[in-house]
């Protein structure tokens, strides 16, 4: 009797070890067996009571060992759920980060257009000044010798007219300058030569000396 009893906890114990890598098909191919094994005890006559509690039990068995394996594959699918969520959280944040991350490089990309944009402005318009500043270079290195043959001309003209008007006599070296052919197109042509500008003689030498002597 006990040794009948220990038997069937040992079996009992063999038929509950779970199976963990067992597969969905798996199990409902157990689970049919067992509803088969079932009809087939409820129509079939059984020739005693205690045969048919034994095969009962045996389903039952079983049945229970379908149970925890399920049960633990639940255990196991929530915690991959868990593990799931937490990931999902993490890459929500990753996102986050990245969208954040996008955002300054855009920022930070349009504000390089702009720089780029406003150099070129600066650049296109020292270049005009630059050719501006030739140009008028050009034009005064063109204009500028027959301003300064103007200016000469004059000068020496309004030189010559003063000592004309001058009792002194009119010295040698500017006696020998007459204005540029330049300058003198206009006011320059009717000036008289330089030795029609010297002074009358004097009558006597001695009015002379009387000025030279009260100076």
Sequence with gaps: ???????EQEELIEQL?????????EATAQIDRL?????????TKVSSDKEKEKRMRAILRRKLKLI???KQ???SMHNKHEKLKGDHVNLRDDFSKLNQEKLKLTNFSNGLLQKEAEADAILMKEKANLE????????QQKEKPVEAEKERAALLQSLQTALANSPEPIPPFLASMNPSPVASTSSFTSAQPISSLKPPPVASQKPHSKHNEKA
């Design 17 to 25: 070890q779970v199976d963990k890598d067992m597969t969905e098909s």
């Design 132 to 139: 501006h500043c030739a140009m008028l270079g050009k034009r």
């Design 35 to 43: 509803l088969m094994e079932i009809q087939e005890l409820n129509t």
């Design 68 to 70: 925890e394996q399920w």
């Design 1 to 7: 009797m006990l040794g009948n009893q220990h038997r």
């Design 73 to 75: 594959k639940l255990e």
